[in-house]
């Protein structure tokens, strides 16, 4: 029943911006709720977290600074703001929820997304 969808992925020069949304069914009370992204060779990785019901947010220390994770609770969809984007930031990006407080920066979700491309030129 839970249905992740991610959307505004794409191309962007280094130093610029997107948002990426996830619109989302069946996670209105999943406890926490998450950005990741999977490089090429790379490890999958949590990038941003939030604490559904508060204003706790946690992000990887890569992206601390530059990213912003937010949510709209009245059209329940998630977003990641990406600013001053880097060479070494291309990725899948995943929403991701769970209901269990593991390696969240790890990257362990229950319920994931499609992914949504980002790539980064220079």
């Known amino acids: 029943q839970v249905h992740l969808v991610e959307s505004g992925g794409g191309s962007v020069q280094a130093g610029g911006s997107r948002r990426l949304s996830c619109g989302a069914a069946?996670?209105?009370?999943?406890?926490?709720r998450a950005w990741c992204r999977e490089a090429p060779g790379k490890e999958r990785e949590g990038v941003a977290v939030?604490?559904?019901?508060?204003?706790?947010?946690w992000y990887a220390d890569s992206v601390t600074g530059r990213f912003t994770i937010s949510r709209d609770n009245s059209k329940n969809t998630l977003y990641l703001q990406m600013n001053s984007l880097k060479p070494e930031d291309p990725a899948m990006y995943y929403c991701?929820?769970?209901?269990?407080?593991?390696?969240?920066?790890?990257?362990?979700?229950?319920?994931w997304g499609q992914g949504t491309q980002v790539t980064v030129s220079s």
């Open positions: 991701a929820a769970t209901n269990s407080g593991g390696s969240l920066l790890g990257g362990d979700y229950k319920y």
């Open positions: 069946g996670v209105t009370d999943t406890t926490y």
């Open positions: 939030t604490l559904t019901g508060t204003n706790k947010k």
